[in-house]
DNA sequence: TAGATTGTTAATCGATTAACAATC
DNA sequence: TAGATTGTTAATCGATTAACAATC
């Protein structure tokens, strides 16, 4: 029961029950047993049970979940209660493609300011935010305690803007640079480049020939 | 030794180890120990080697890797020594972002046509490739004998999409709609979503009060 | 009540690590 | 040769699963 023993792939699986029941919830489904929440995420219902019994009983037997209240207790286990402030560096299509992703808020997260080093791009306004030069970060996230970032710059300029991070105040880095960063291990980074998963993808491939 | 029993945790690692050694080999690093390696990558040496030995002996006693060659059997092992056409449906911000990201030659991909369905976007280029409509595709699939789509739709268009795709006969899906799709059992597919890395990583964070 | 499903225990399964002989 | 590092074995560690009493 103590949240600090629970096994990092544990953690990683509530996001995914979380989409899942948020998906159920709109089509207005209002409870689900671990075997149907199972069957829809191919994973055994005994997993999920067994993961939800980490943190603490949010079942009733012989009925399973109420989803609505399921939800809002992995909100809470995944303090996503309210909305963190996101800061995104790096303002090329990708960054501003993310600045547009439409479901952040309703996940718990809100990006509210965007930094680049270009001189053309400072000034210019997405997504109703106006961008801001690189140098003015620090003092962004230290006044608005800001603890979440994502990283869209190029592989060049990743681990210096991740250096410039850490040092602001940055406690864990949504990484879309497609290079590896060093951070210290106190900090969190969770890196997302689609060529390994095409990659690990394409292992399963049968030649072409 | 058979390849068809490698756990699918060792061949994730593999395009990680690759990308790593990558990056030595441009710095002009020749050879390297399982140890440095798992150094730079929080990995221990003994998982390196052991994940390597699954495919092959690579190494020499006393010396080490040498990065070269063992980036060539990698490439070999995840079948990314040719060059995989992708077709890429969705042709929003992210999608633009995606056609034009640069590295998806050199790691094994390479995207050859774009789809969309609104009628305003067909016609239009984008990384020198003109949008096509999704009522297409098949053919071009099929022609071409493509296995490899990326989905960068609305997550109201994503199922739909998705069963055209692998309808026209695509094998690997990576997915980057927030919502999460069916698909047969054979056909993989690999689930990007920015909202679950941030949920994930907000556990780790402090609770702002 | 009868049927269904949880939460939990114990057993199983699989992955990681430590250690070292082999050998470059 | 002496030092370094691999590939592999066996031990350890941890995660998943099966099963079932509890109970809604």
Redesign the pocket.
């Known amino acids: 029961m103590d949240a600090n023993k629970v096994?990092?792939?544990?953690v990683s699986r509530l996001p995914i029950y979380l989409r899942a029941l948020n998906r159920l919830a709109e089509e207005g489904q209002k409870v689900?047993?671990?075997?149907a929440l199972g069957d829809q995420l191919s994973?055994?219902?005994?997993?999920i049970?067994?993961?939800?019994?980490h943190f603490?009983?949010?079942?009733?037997?012989?009925?399973?979940?109420v989803i609505e209240y399921l939800q809002a207790q992995l909100r809470r286990v995944l303090n996503v209660e309210t909305v963190w402030p996101v800061v995104l560096t790096g303002c090329g299509a990708l960054g501003r493609a993310l600045a547009n992703y439409p479901d952040f808020h309703s996940e718990g997260f809100e990006i509210v300011a965007l930094f680049d080093n270009a001189p053309h791009k400072i000034g210019e306004t997405v997504a109703n935010m106006c961008i801001q030069d690189v140098v003015h970060l620090p003092e962004v996230v230290r006044e608005r305690e800001i603890k979440v970032a994502i990283l869209a710059v190029p592989a060049s300029a990743a681990q210096k803007t991740a250096d410039i991070l850490v040092e602001a105040g940055i406690r864990a880095i949504l990484n879309y640079a497609p290079i590896s960063i060093s951070v210290p291990p106190e900090i969190t980074v969770q890196h997302i480049d689609p060529a390994v998963y095409l990659q690990w993808m394409s292992y399963y491939l049968e030649s072409p020939d």
């Open positions: 096994p990092d792939i544990v689900i047993s671990s075997q994973i055994s219902s005994a997993q049970r067994k993961d939800l019994s603490g009983e949010f079942g009733k037997q012989g009925t399973g979940y």
